[in-house]
């Protein structure tokens, strides 16, 4: 009898918190509110005075605003050549910067920008603000203050979606 009641205690235990939870979507092994969105962006760009920098840019969009702003997380990596490391590089100093992002419309385009919030980043990091344009649904290219590329067009500053 005795293990009855504990079976059915654990039973309503373990209902209860999926019940708590249940307003929750799993993308991944991140969990984000009903109508959020999250889309996390990885690439290596060039940099003057590294071998280059690994980004992993996250993007927590939220839905009560159409998905035009959300908050970001932004881990950046330099990068060292070295011949023994698998991929021929090895990780540097890395810098963390979080902040709020907005979509913004010009010319026909969508562009990201990102304000990073000083008390939540690193410092080192990236103080910007940072622009990315929406290139496709997989693919974020940094561009300049002015919203335009690289002036070198061999140098790629491209960013794409992890899946």
Known sequence: MRKTIYMMAAALSMF?????????????????????????????????????????????????????DG??????????????????FKDGKSFKSEGDFTVMDKDGKKYLKLVQDKDDSQEGSNVGPMYFLVESDSTI???????????????????????
């Open 141 to 163: 290219v940094m561009v300049n203050e002015e919203l335009q590329p690289a002036a070198n067009p061999e140098m790629n500053y491209t960013l794409k979606l992890s899946k």
């Open 71 to 88: 908050d970001y997380d932004l881990l950046e990596t330099y990068l060292e050549a070295d011949s023994t490391s698998v991929g021929g």
């Open 16 to 68: 209860s918190m999926a019940a708590c939870t249940g307003n929750q979507k799993s993308n991944g092994d991140q969990k984000v509110a009903d109508g959020d969105k999250k889309e996390i962006y990885t690439g290596i760009l060039p940099a003057a005075d590294t071998d280059g920098v690994r980004y992993s840019l996250e993007l927590e969009y939220d839905d009560d605003h159409n998905y035009t």
